[in-house]
């Protein structure tokens, strides 16, 4: 097993995420079976309970677990699926060491921080196991220098030492543009590689994150004051697409370098080759497709969405890329589309995602409304479904006040109702990892049109829900034009809804945009993509 430590210096919010993910996609490139593990330095024991806002997304993987954002730009570069494994927050390995504890797995001895970094040990291991992997990234959250993130270094200090020619260190760190100065500053690099140094860690590469690409002099200057070779000084500017980013390493000779350091061959494959296929189709494209995602995680006083939804936004570009198409996003706050629909004008898609809660949702409720009846491509995501629902219910089907009873527990017509087995579960406040998650079959209708995009009759998506549609109301919903097009496989859950005689308008229960991949668009939304842009508006 070779492994590579990832982390992070001088500011967060600086791509780490998507360089390790490009890494991973290198080295796969490169012919190895790879695999990561993301570090994160918070002591929640997952991201199933954290705000939207201050986290971004939960990115819901196969196996039920709720994790970081990261995960998914990991599934989106690798193209393939991870597991329980490849997460570790530092809430749930002190949790795993407390229950050997009481568990007497000890042998009675006292419990250190040794055993904390053993166990952080042990979960790289485990990933790199469970997942049959040649090289094991590991991605450590947060910047060095946080007294956090301590725990996670001595553990990369450790396995360094009782394996040192098959661990290596790459940090990626930001140089400022001061504007009152006009060039690079490599002064905050310096002091990030130092604070490494401090803990025992040496970095090998160094990812210089910036503006603009790093020139020779400051390389040269890094180089001297870091101990880092130069030829491992790779420049990471800002990019328009974020999947340009692997080639622009390539062309660095990352892979090269980190091959050499680890001792391995580069191996044959045409990954590389299809990955530049699908950036030059996303340079190609000429034409629009205006998209708007009615939502309600904004934040606070900017007017712009933050992560909360970075997955359906990568699986609209996934989507729009291979069909030639360049998708313009805009964020409509449901709060204001109530005081004015005519936001909505103009748009050839709209997109009501994910979501918990009441504010705000008489505003999806009226787009949702806009979308059918002005014949607008439209696609729901597990809330948005929910929307549809209700929409229908309240407008065709003149089911007055028509609600789902996580609002409106005493509504006459609870079209949307609690899960009876989620039921328990929030009296008891059970909420962490309770929900109805992970990868669940669905069934699909013969001669539905989600039938025709998926192409095959069996499916199988990601869930995080706890209501669903109330089958005390389905008759009534078949009865006046509504189709169901996708169940559970007993029959007893509705998956997904479409209506007759509209160009697009599907919803789902589950979130299709946790398994759309840049090489592989889902079929959702490249259909709800191509519907939307023979829209003329």
């Known amino acids: 097993m070779k492994y590579i430590f990832v982390s992070g210096g001088v500011i967060s919010g600086i791509g780490k995420g998507i360089a390790t993910a490009s890494i991973c996609l290198l080295l796969k490139a490169a012919g190895y079976r790879v695999t990561v593990i993301k570090m994160d330095p918070y002591l929640n024991v997952d991201a199933g309970t954290m705000n939207p806002l201050a986290h971004g997304e939960t990115f819901v993987l196969d196996d039920g677990r709720e994790t970081d954002q990261d995960l998914g730009h990991y599934e989106r570069y690798l193209n393939q699926n991870l597991n329980s494994t490849n997460i570790a927050t530092q809430g749930s390995i002190y949790l795993s060491v407390i229950q050997k504890e009481r568990n007497l797995e000890y042998d009675g001895d006292y419990v250190d921080i040794h055993n904390v970094t053993q166990e952080i040990i042990n979960r790289i291991n485990l990933a790199g196991k469970e997942n049959n992997a040649e090289i094991t990234i590991i991605e450590i959250g947060g910047t060095t220098g946080e007294y956090q993130n301590v725990l996670f270094l001595e553990a990369n200090r450790l396995l360094k030492l009782k394996k040192h020619n098959d661990v290596i260190h790459i940090h990626i760190s930001y140089l400022p543009i001061p504007a009152n100065i006009g060039e690079l500053k490599s002064k905050p690099v310096q002091m990030s590689v130092k604070d490494l140094h401090e803990v025992g860690i040496q970095p090998d590469i160094l990812l210089a994150r910036a503006e603009i690409s790093i020139d020779t002099p400051r390389i040269k200057r890094l180089a001297f004051n870091t101990g880092i070779e130069e030829e491992d000084i790779i420049a990471a500017p800002d990019v328009g697409n974020i999947y340009e980013i692997p080639l622009n390493f390539e062309s660095g000779h990352l892979t090269s370098r980190i091959l050499k350091k ?159 087995e989620q039921q328990k579960k929030l009296l008891s406040r059970d909420y962490g990892g309770t929900m109805r998650l992970g990868a669940w079959e669905c069934v699909l209708k013969d001669g539905t049109l989600v039938r025709k995009l998926y192409g095959k009759k069996q499916i199988s998506e990601r869930h995080r829900h706890r209501y669903e549609f109330n089958n005390d109301f389905l008759q009534s919903f078949l009865t006046n034009g509504f189709t169901i097009s996708g169940t559970s496989p007993d029959g007893k859950l509705v998956e997904i809804i479409e209506l007759r005689h509209h160009p697009f308008f599907i919803a789902t229960q589950f979130h299709p945009e946790l398994k759309s991949r840049p090489l592989s668009p889902h079929p959702l939304f490249v259909g709800f993509i191509k519907a939307a842009s023979e829209i003329i508006s």
């Open 262 to 420: 680890l001792k391995l061959r580069r191996r044959k494959t045409h990954l590389l080759s299809d990955w530049r296929k699908f950036i030059q189709k996303a340079k190609k494209a000429k034409n629009e497709v205006r998209i708007a995602i009615v939502g309600k995680y904004f934040a606070s006083g900017s007017g712009v969405l933050t992560d909360s939804y970075i997955s359906v936004i990568e699986a609209i570009k996934h989507a729009s890329y291979t069909q030639g198409l360049i998708p313009k996003i805009t964020w409509v706050d449901s709060g204001r589309v109530l005081k004015d629909i005519s936001q909505l004008n103009g748009f050839q898609g709209i997109i009501v995602p994910g979501g918990f809660g009441s504010r705000d949702i008489e505003g999806k409720i009226e787009a949702v409304k806009f979308a059918r009846e002005n014949k607008i491509p439209y696609l729901g995501l597990c809330y948005g479904m929910h929307m549809a629902v209700i929409e229908y219910a309240r407008n065709v089907l003149n089911f007055s006040n028509a609600h789902t009873t996580e609002v409106d527990p005493n509504t006459k017509y609870p079209v949307i109702h609690i899960m009876p």
